[in-house]
């Protein structure tokens, strides 16, 4: 168990209607981050958020947004889906105060269909 | 810019057999090096890691990994293939720990 819990696990949904993710960090976990996996891309960047601020940017679609919460979670907003977007989405944490080791921590991610 | 390169999306071996799962990244400065695994319909676990010190990693599941600078190159490797090895493995270099890039994943199958 890697500490980080995202939710739902499955998710069925029509093109054109709008979903969103839900992350919770490792306890203490600044940084939240968020990728997509789907079986043509591999495993892609999307956005970072460090204590609630973007600091980083992927290939993250206009369609798609994200935040995160003073109690550190985050969500990732997906809207006007299509089917393209069917994949399963991660969510990884690092970076507890005054324990830093390095490495991501990933969820068991979100895998969202798209009809 | 930083950059990974897993050579092989696909690798078959024989139970028993050496895995090796090759990894070459580019980076400005000294990097940090990752191995994962996922196996299927389940999030990255962390096989091993390097940051600084001892070049030689070892992980869990028997893997190790050795950073070899003048290669840029941070290969895995494991003695004996297991069924239980049969998963995806993805390379990640992190420069700062900051941002992370991962090279496009490798499929170990492990065949009976």
Known sequence: DSGV????????TATGQRVTLRCSPRSGDLSVYWYQQSLDQGLQFLIQYYNGEERAKGNILERFSA??????????NLSSLELGDSALYFCASSGTRGSYT?????GEGSRLTVL | AQSVTQLGSHVSVSEGALVLLRCNYSSSVPPYLFWYVQYPNQGLQLLLKYTTGATLVKGINGFEAEFKKSETSFHLTKPSAHM???AEYFCAVSVSGNQFYFGTGTSLTVIP
């Open chain 1, 102 to 106: 390095g490495e991501l921590f990933f």
């Open chain 2, 84 to 86: 239980s090895d049969a």
């Open chain 1, 5 to 12: 819990t995202q939710t739902p696990k499955h998710l069925i």
């Open chain 1, 67 to 76: 935040q995160q919460f003073p109690d550190l979670h985050s969500e990732l």
